[in-house]
């Protein structure tokens, strides 16, 4: 029953959306009499058909989706990709950049960390308070602090109790120091694999 709650509780959220990521080709297994059949596919905020297991045993969004196929149908032009070399805020100023990114973060199994990075600032920006302000607050804590969240980031022992203290009697900028640690993660790390990986091919246009 828990785990039919908190699927129930991953639908219910909408301050979480990202661009989403291009269509999800279901892959095929083989049953030991030979016969195929489609992967299992597990219901949640992205979609029927864009969850997937990660060796850790979570679900992960699978890199598909079914809301932001336009922005990753055709590949960034070189001027584009040069663009996002320049810097990871130029990648998430721009949809298309975000997009890209995130499918990126998907394949490396580090989604929850823009997904994370995003919520905060949606809450900020939103500018809520009282009853609204604790309820967005405690499900970007469920989601992605508390011990069992489904998308868990990876914030050290301290973070997460001055976290923890906060829930009851939340403020917008509570989620700062985590916001800032895992913008320093993609920075440091998926954003640099980003720009060898992909950018350059794209701005070579061979991407």
């Known amino acids: 029953a828990g785990g039919v709650d908190r699927i129930r509780k991953r639908e219910s959220l909408n301050i979480h959306t990202l661009p989403c990521l ?12 030979g016969t195929s059949e489609e992967e299992p596919r597990n219901p949640g905020i992205y979609g029927a058909d864009s969850i997937y297991s990660h060796p850790d045993g979570r679900s992960r969004p699978r890199p598909g989706g079914r809301c932001g196929d336009e922005a990753v ?3 960034p032009t070189p001027q584009q990709a040069k663009k996002w070399q320049e810097s990871i805020e130029n990648v998430l100023n721009d949809p298309k950049g975000t997009a ?21 600032k949606k809450l900020k920006q939103e500018n809520y308070s009282g009853e609204r302000l604790k309820k967005e607050a405690k499900e970007i804590f469920d989601l992605f602090i508390d011990d069992d969240a489904d998308k868990l980031i990876n914030v050290n022992g301290r973070l997460k109790l001055s976290i923890r203290e906060a829930i ?4 917008p900028d509570m989620f700062d120091d985590a916001q800032k640690h895992v913008y320093g993660l993609m ?3 998926a954003y640099q694999r980003f720009i060898t990986d ?10």
Do not use: R
């Not at 890209?100 to 995003?118: C, D, V």
């Not at 009851?168 to 403020?171: I, V």
């Not at 992909?198 to 061979?206: D, H, L």
């Open 73 to 75: 149908k055709s590949s």
């Open 100 to 120: 890209f990114f995130s499918q990126h973060l998907a394949g490396e199994y580090a989604l929850e960390n823009l997904e994370f990075w995003n919520a905060v």
């Open 22 to 33: 291009p269509a999800h080709v279901p892959s095929t297994m083989s049953d030991p009499d």
């Open 187 to 189: 920075k440091e790390g």
């Open 168 to 171: 009851d009697d939340p403020s």
């Open 198 to 207: 992909k950018i350059q091919i794209y701005i070579t246009g061979n991407g």
